[in-house]
């Protein structure tokens, strides 16, 4: 097939519209064709042949001969009916040949002083039909909008039909998702610069036939724009024993990629190009048109960057073939949380790195700042979320008892500005087979109060949901204290540096113990970071906080390596707050 979803055939020539109409003679009388108008005749005009021969043929129309028979008083039919019609035929009327095509029509008929009436069709000269004013103009008014959803070159749909067609499978989602398809081609630039634009033009074409026999019923192509296309797929609730919405999209990208692998013998060999895909998966509550694009779009230029000829899903970890839409540079690491009363591991954090040339890692420092500058935030912290949801729902399968029941992932001060935050929240953990009551956010306090009361709605419809948000960083400004009262919070996390500081600042010893109580007062849990020694460990616990976290008692690890902590610290969990204990 063609493209789904086609819009109604347009059309091109004059044939395609002409209207067949009777020829009378000229000297028929005005009866005769006054009977055949109102009783027998349905053309919109009559066509009349010329009194001589070699003259040119009138024309009739429809309204005006019939107001004419009516007369102003009613007395036209006793004036007119014994006369011969040439004294009513328009002997001037423009005239076209059937092949010419519609502008050229709507061109004549803008051109006729005498205002829009019928145009006499002709063929080799001789009169077919005519044709009516409102029907050239309905037929420009369908090529004009045709031009502008459909590419001229390849038959796709435009980018501007695209995203509308795109934004209406968004509506249609229900309980599916939506898959957009961001394909580039890897050479197109070479093919331009080494054949000329005329082969670079035929690539386009064979690219967009290649792609159409892969498109299922109700699928959308449109070219972006250049060499860059997309297709967009509804996907159907996910069953138990069907595949998952990620693993649809990796095999509707693979069947994109493999078609413009296949050699097409209408090119010669040289002309020939791989492409790079990029998807984007999104269920009822985050399918967004221009959103899905632009990830779909961030996922491929992470194909292209890995060297092309690739597929890369955005916002995935459960395929070993896909990483994080940023770069293949980043990894999640993992930082238990424990009781610091009996040292069981309540919860752990996850935590963004950067890996280095040297297979080291390092803060995410310069990955944020970008992720900030290009609007990306919210979806780099969707992106751990769900890379740390299955890593705990596996956990959680594997050892239901000595697993972490929550886990922690940051939500960055940009992310909450986000539109839909808590649906595309809940939507990724939803895709990651956790629950929302296996999460929690830890916002940071570097956000504005003002910013976090805007996504107070937001942040509530999370709580409702069961996921629990803890404010970070608190202590290391006093204004951070309004953020207790006036947010919904189940735990705070006091600052590193107040823990650094406790045991040689009463200053900080005095925050330790006003955020307890402040805690305590509203019912939330505290947890101090950057626990480094034993005698911090020790005045934690007689200040009465409940939760530490600090590398004296496990340092960040990856995944496979807090599997391992887990079943090994579950043998003895009070060992690490022994005063001689330390993670190294």
């Given at each position: 097939m063609a493209l789904a979803d086609r819009l109604p055939r347009v059309p091109r020539s004059i044939r395609d519209l002409v209207e067949p109409a009777v020829e009378v003679e000229a000297t028929t009388s005005c009866a005769v064709v006054d009977h055949g108008l109102r009783e027998r005749w349905t053309s919109s005009s009559v066509l009349v042949r010329p009194c001589r021969p070699g003259d040119r043929y009138g024309i009739v129309g429809?309204?005006?001969?019939?107001?004419?028979?009516?007369?102003?008083?009613?007395?036209?039919?006793?004036?007119?009916?014994?006369?011969?019609?040439?004294?009513?035929?328009?002997?001037?009327?423009?005239?076209?040949?059937?092949?010419?095509?519609?502008?050229?029509?709507?061109?004549?008929?803008?051109?006729?002083?005498t205002g829009y009436s019928d145009v006499i069709v002709l063929e080799d000269g001789r009169p077919v039909g005519v044709l009516h004013p409102t029907t050239v103009m309905a037929a420009l008014a369908a090529q004009l909008g045709h031009q502008a959803a459909v590419d001229a070159l390849t038959g796709a749909f435009t980018r501007a039909e695209t995203v509308a067609r795109l934004g209406e499978l968004c509506r249609r989602v229900g309980d599916g998702a939506v898959v957009v398809a961001f394909v580039d081609l890897d050479r197109m630039k070479e093919v331009n610069d080494n054949l000329g634009h005329a082969v670079g033009d035929a690539l386009l074409v064979s690219v967009t036939?290649?792609?159409?026999?892969?498109?299922?019923?109700?699928?959308?192509?449109?070219?972006?724009?250049?060499?860059?296309?997309?297709?967009?797929?509804?996907?159907?609730?996910?069953?138990?024993?069907?595949?998952s919405w990620e693993e649809q999209a990796l095999t509707l990208g693979e069947e994109l990629r493999t078609a413009l692998q296949e050699p097409d013998a209408g090119l010669p060999e040289s002309a020939h190009s791989q492409a790079s895909v990029g998807?984007?998966?999104?269920?009822?509550d985050s399918a967004d048109a221009d959103h899905l694009l632009r990830t779909a779009d961030v996922a491929m230029y992470r194909a292209k960057k890995s060297g092309g000829n690739l597929v890369r899903l955005a916002g995935s970890a459960t395929d070993p073939r896909l990483s994080a839409p940023w770069g293949d540079d980043l990894d999640i690491v993992y930082q238990p949380?424990?009781?610091?009363?009996?040292?069981?591991?309540?919860?752990?954090?996850?935590?963004?790195?950067?890996?280095?040339?040297?297979?080291?890692?390092?803060?995410p420092a310069p990955?944020?700042?970008?992720?900030?500058?290009?609007?990306?935030?919210?979806?780099?912290?969707?992106?751990?979320?769900?890379?740390?949801?299955?890593?705990?729902a596996a956990w959680q399968r594997e050892d239901p008892q000595g697993a972490p029941t929550t886990v922690n992932v940051n939500l960055a001060a940009p992310s909450l500005a986000e539109p839909g935050l808590a649906a595309r929240i809940l939507q990724t953990i939803a895709v990651a087979g956790s629950s929302p009551v296996c999460v929690r956010l830890e916002l940071s306090e570097s956000a504005s109060l003002e910013e976090m009361l805007r996504s107070g709605a937001e942040l509530e419809t999370l709580r409702a949901a069961g996921v629990r948000i803890a404010l970070?960083?608190?202590?290391?400004?006093?204004?951070?204290?309004?953020?207790?009262?006036?947010?919904?919070?189940?735990?705070?996390?006091?600052?590193?540096?107040?823990?650094?500081?406790?045991?040689?600042d009463s200053v900080d010893s005095l925050i330790v113990d006003v955020l307890r109580r402040l805690a305590t007062d509203q019912g939330l849990v505290v947890v101090a970071e950057g626990v480094e020694e034993a005698a911090q460990l020790q005045a934690l616990q007689a200040a009465g906080v409940g939760l530490v976290q600090g590398f004296l008692l496990a340092r960040p690890m990856p995944r496979d390596a807090l599997r391992a902590y887990l079943i090994e610290h579950a043998q003895d969990p009070a060992r690490l707050l022994s005063p001689t204990s330390s993670a190294g």
């Open positions: 429809r309204h005006e001969f019939l107001m004419t028979m009516t007369g102003r008083y009613g007395f036209g039919r006793s004036i007119w009916s014994r006369r011969p019609v040439e004294q009513l035929t328009r002997w001037d009327a423009p005239s076209i040949d059937i092949d010419e095509d519609v502008p050229q029509a709507a061109a004549l008929l803008s051109d006729d002083e036939k290649r792609l159409r026999r892969r498109l299922a019923p109700g699928d959308v192509l449109g070219r972006l724009g250049g060499d860059e296309f997309a297709v967009a797929r509804l996907l159907r609730p996910c069953t138990a024993d069907g595949p998807l984007a998966v999104a269920g009822r949380i424990l009781s610091a009363r009996t040292g069981r591991v309540d919860s752990v954090e996850a935590l963004l790195r950067l890996r280095r040339p040297d297979g080291g890692l390092e803060g990955v944020l700042s970008r992720a900030a500058r290009d609007g990306t935030s919210l979806d780099l912290d969707l992106w751990v979320l769900q890379r740390a949801c299955v890593d705990l970070d960083d608190l202590g290391s400004t006093l204004t951070s204290l309004r953020h207790v009262t006036r947010l919904p919070l189940d735990q705070l996390k006091i600052d590193r540096s107040i823990v650094a500081g406790m045991l040689t």
